[in-house]
T-cell receptor
Framework: KNQVEQSPQSLIILEGKNCTLQ??????????LRWYKQDTGRGPVSLTI?????NTKSNGRYTATLDADTKQSSLHITASQLSDSASYIC????????FGAGTRLTVKP | KAGVTQTPRYLIKTRGQQVTLSCSPI?????VSWYQQTPGQGLQFLFE???????NKGNFPGRFSGRQFSNSRSEMNVSTLELGDSALYLC?????????FGPGTRLTVT
């Protein structure tokens, strides 16, 4: 079983709408949690990184939250744009890095 | 600063052949990691090099190997290619805080 589970697997929304992606993890001990955005055929690009003591981190229209007690994180995208269409990958670092399978987001006009 | 570069970007090989992929990290970064990404398995860690030494290794067969040079550039080699090796191979260099990925090499094995 993957120690980092993301949901949903895929999501289609209309341009301008908000959406929230989920990441649940069982990795322990926990060091930090990152969200990456990966455009098709490109390498992942870091959006946010949060340590154990941080509850929320924003990067423009992207806001990540972390509940270390329940081992859950979410990535909220506000006022989506067509360029937000990508895969979003949750990565949890402990002794090594554990990757979620990603959520494929499609933003339609 | 230039980002992580990978060459070649695209590669087509046949089963049984071997392949070498190259990665140049961000200037000053001494750690380089390699990942395999497939639609079914997502991102999977291959190995990490730091100052020419392999520091960590993922759960891949011995056909996958790598090395790092004194200028921190790294190469990854896959011998006796199998159809299942078709994937996007990503290289990343890192500081103690952040990891930066290259654009990847798309390998297709026919």
């Amino acid at each position: 079983k993957n120690q980092v589970e993301q949901s949903p697997q895929s999501l289609i929304i209309l341009e301008g709408k908000n959406c929230t992606l989920q990441c649940n993890y069982t990795v322990s001990p926990f060091s930090n949690l990152r969200w990456y955005k990966q455009d098709t055929g490109r390498g992942p690009v870091s959006l946010t990184i949060m340590t154990f003591s941080e509850n929320t981190k924003s990067n423009g229209r992207y806001t990540a939250t972390l509940d270390a007690d329940t081992k859950q994180s979410s990535l909220h995208i506000t006022a989506s744009q067509l360029s937000d269409s990508a895969s979003y990958i949750c990565v949890v670092s402990a002794r090594d890095m554990r990757f979620g399978a990603g959520t494929r987001l499609t933003v339609k006009p | 600063k230039a980002g992580v570069t990978q060459t070649p970007r695209y590669l087509i090989k046949t089963r049984g052949q071997q392949v070498t992929l190259s990665c140049s990290p961000i200037s000053g970064h001494r750690s380089v990691s390699w990942y395999q990404q497939t639609p079914g398995q997502g991102l999977q860690f291959l190995f990490e090099y730091f100052s020419e030494t392999q520091r960590n290794k993922g759960n891949f067969p011995g056909r996958f190997s790598g090395r790092q040079f004194s200028n921190s550039r790294s190469e990854m080699n896959v011998s006796t290619l199998e159809l299942g090796d078709s994937a996007l191979y990503l290289c990343a260099s890192r500081t103690s805080y952040e990891q930066y990925f290259g654009p990847g090499t798309r390998l297709t094995v026919t």
